[in-house]
């Protein structure tokens, strides 16, 4: 079995609710990232022993949340001492709109996982794209990068569509069933 860490930012409780069902699926560790961008004592530590760091933020005006910036921004000290080589790496953002350029987000979180030296680990599941298709589809979004979720800005986290909400357990399972085969 493979130590999986969730590391995220919610800004409003629907990435947090995100975040728990991607660990729920990989048995990981939620660690969450404050309202100043920091980490609780002793996260950087849990970070290094993991060996699958799933990253999660909202989607806002096209990028992560300038929280989740700031730790990545100070990830760089793991960076230069090459501390996150070649451990695998997933992510998944939320945001109010279908689109509202949630993939621009998940290709900065993937960048981010490559400059560590990291293993991404894409989506992987088929998007629910037919004519039958509806909200309680896995998949629903059509993402392949990562994990895309959506819930109107009226909306509180409990609305989120449960075929995200499913679409985020199945694919903590995917990364902690990639990262235990990496491990083996």
């Known amino acids: 079995m493979a130590n999986v860490v969730v590391v995220y930012h919610s800004g409003y409780g629907h990435t947090q609710r995100v ?3 991607v660990a729920q699926g990989a048995d990981a560790e939620l ?12 996260g950087w530590e849990t970070l290094a022993a993991a060996d699958a760091i799933i990253f999660g933020t909202p989607t806002y005006m096209g990028g992560p949340s300038w929280q989740f910036k700031k730790f990545a921004d100070t990830s760089s000290k793991a960076w230069f001492s090459r501390g996150w ?12 709109s279908l689109n509202g350029d949630k993939g621009a987000c998940l ?12 293993l991404w680990v894409s989506l992987g599941m088929l998007p629910a794209n037919s004519s039958t298709a ?18 109107a800005s009226d909306a509180g986290a409990d609305q989120i569509p449960s075929g995200d909400l499913e679409t985020a357990r199945r694919y903590g399972e ?6 235990a085969k990496f491990k083996g």
């Open 19 to 21: 975040a728990q069902q």
């Open 85 to 96: 080589q070649d451990k695998v790496f997933g992510g998944f953002t939320a945001s109010a």
């Open 31 to 42: 660690l969450a990232i404050d309202a100043d961008g920091n980490l609780a004592e002793g």
């Open 174 to 179: 995917r990364v902690a069933t990639v990262a």
């Open 107 to 118: 290709i900065q979180l993937q960048t981010l996982a490559s400059q560590h030296g990291g």
């Open 134 to 151: 509806s909200r309680a589809d896995v998949n629903n979004l059509g993402g392949s990068v990562g994990l895309m979720v959506q819930c």
